[in-house]
């Protein structure tokens, strides 16, 4: 579905990424991982052409992601969550959610404005496909509050369920669980298990917390100051003496683990 080859990104004088190469299979759910700084976020950036690339090739679905405009990247099927929370604060849930089925909608400005029968049942159409997703993660009884408020973990929700509404075949995940608490990561793995296959997902999780992602994703593609320094399965990764070292600083002898998930995700 995607292949990322010789991705190079500069800002000024630092290099943000340099030469990053990998491909994603349909269906998987690939685990991107590095310090802080390692360049995880700037190649989301690129996936959904907020940055532009300095050199390299990203192909998806065999299109060519660098020529197209930034406003398509929704309705080629792709959707992300970020790592701040990308909310409006003073709106619904609802209708946070409802942004994110934009490039859904046919209504034209005219037609909008005078509110035509078309309208009417599009907007129906998009609010009982919002209501569904809704639902599904349980936000239900919090769809009409404005989402300035709610607890963190119920926001992480709302952003997915925004992220759904707009039909991806690819999911990009930024610390989707960042600040949750043990219970709450639980959950959540739960839950992206199973809408993975309710909605036929292909699935990348840019996530410091070991223990999710270790538990969750098939593949593990690690970064560190911009270059991919490792791939493979997660109990392959994490027992990589360079990802060690990144994340640590220093080598680590042979029985120690420290990159092993733990149940508070250390």
């Not at 050199?55 to 998806?60: D, M």
């Not at 199973?194 to 223990?211: C, F, K, N, P, Q």
């Not at 027992?239 to 994340?247: L, N, Q, T």
């Amino acid at each position: 579905m995607l292949e990322v080859h010789d991705l190079t990104v500069r800002f000024g004088g630092i290099t943000a990424l340099d030469g990053v190469g990998f491909d994603v299979g349909r269906g998987e759910m690939v685990g991107l991982i590095g310090p802080n700084g390692a360049g995880k976020t700037t190649l989301f950036n690129c996936l959904t052409r907020r940055y532009r690339a300095d050199s390299g090739t990203i192909s998806y679905e065999g299109e060519d992601l660098t020529s197209v405009a930034p406003h398509t990247i929704a309705s080629l099927g792709i959707a992300r969550t970020f790592q701040n929370l990308g909310l409006f604060p003073r709106m619904s849930v609802r209708d946070n959610v409802l942004v994110g089925a934009h490039h859904r909608g046919r209504a034209g400005f005219l037609t909008a404005g005078l509110r035509l029968p078309g309208v009417r049942r599009e907007e129906r159409a998009l609010r009982a496909d919002a209501d569904a997703v809704l639902e599904r993660l349980g936000l239900t009884g919090v769809s009409d509050h404005p989402a300035t408020g709610l607890p963190f973990g119920t926001l992480k929700r709302v952003e997915l369920a925004r992220a759904l509404l707009g039909r991806p075949r690819l999911l990009l995940l930024d610390e989707p669980v960042n600040g949750l608490n043990a219970a709450e990561v639980e959950e959540f793995a739960g839950t992206l298990g199973a809408i993975r296959s309710e909605y036929d997902l292909t699935v990348i999780v840019v996530e410091h917390h070991m223990g999710f992602v270790m538990g969750i994703c098939e593949r593990i593609v690690c970064l560190d100051f911009g270059r991919k320094i490792a791939e493979g399965p997660p109990g392959e990764v994490q027992r990589d003496p360079g990802v060690i070292e990144a994340y640590l600083g220093t080598a680590v002898g042979d029985g120690d683990s420290p990159m092993r998930p733990t149940k508070e995700g250390a």
